[in-house]
């Protein structure tokens, strides 16, 4: 390359960086670049530390276990103690704390808590 298309390219790249720059600042400022931070929730303290069923599972799944729970107990008059939606204050003893943090994050809004699981 001639000393005229380097110092060209140059220009070019240093003309490149600035007009980047703001964007990646705005991008970096709005957090574009970090993990969005897991909600905080308070877990049960004392008991054997264990959930109705493993975390993972519950995590994953404690929306179908209730919904099904529910149709078992309340249509299938079956006797289902363990998965009772009143029984997770048992431990989760604060909805604000746990329940509801977490589907604030996730935005969803279960229409059960109108009726069950106050407050
Ligand atoms: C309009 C009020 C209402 C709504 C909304 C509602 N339930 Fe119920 N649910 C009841 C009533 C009434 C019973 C029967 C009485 C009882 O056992 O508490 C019941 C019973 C249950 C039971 C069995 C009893 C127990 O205490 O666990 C489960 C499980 C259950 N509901 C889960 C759910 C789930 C999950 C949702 C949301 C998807 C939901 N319910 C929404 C009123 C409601
Ligand atoms: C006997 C006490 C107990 C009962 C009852 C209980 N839980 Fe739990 N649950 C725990 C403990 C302790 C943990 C944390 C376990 C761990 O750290 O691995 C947990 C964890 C969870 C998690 C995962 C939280 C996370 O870290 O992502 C969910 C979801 C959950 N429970 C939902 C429920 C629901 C829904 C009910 C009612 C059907 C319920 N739990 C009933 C003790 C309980
Ligand atoms: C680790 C995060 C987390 C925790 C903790 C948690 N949930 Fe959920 N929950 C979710 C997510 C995400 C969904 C929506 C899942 C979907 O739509 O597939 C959900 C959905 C539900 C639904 C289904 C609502 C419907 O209309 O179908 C019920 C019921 C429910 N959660 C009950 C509870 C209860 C009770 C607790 C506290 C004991 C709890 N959840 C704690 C993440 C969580």
Redesign the pocket.
């Known amino acids: 390359m001639s000393r005229d298309s380097l110092a060209a390219a140059a220009l070019v790249a240093a003309l490149l960086a600035a007009a980047a720059a703001p964007t990646l600042y705005t991008a970096a400022a709005n957090g574009l670049f970090k993990k969005p931070p897991r909600p905080e929730?308070v877990l049960p303290k004392g008991g054997d530390g264990k959930c109705v069923e493993p975390t993972d599972y519950m995590?994953a799944n404690?929306?179908k276990l209730?919904?099904n729970a529910r149709d078992r107990i309340v249509r299938g008059g079956e006797k289902l103690d363990k998965y009772h939606?009143e029984g997770?204050k048992n431990c989760?003893a604060r909805?604000a704390e746990?329940?509801d943090r977490?589907?604030a994050y996730?935005g969803?809004k279960?229409?059960?808590f109108g009726c069950h699981?106050l407050p």
């Open positions: 929730l995590r404690h929306m209730l919904v939606i997770c989760h909805r746990f329940c977490c589907h996730a969803v279960p229409e059960c699981y």
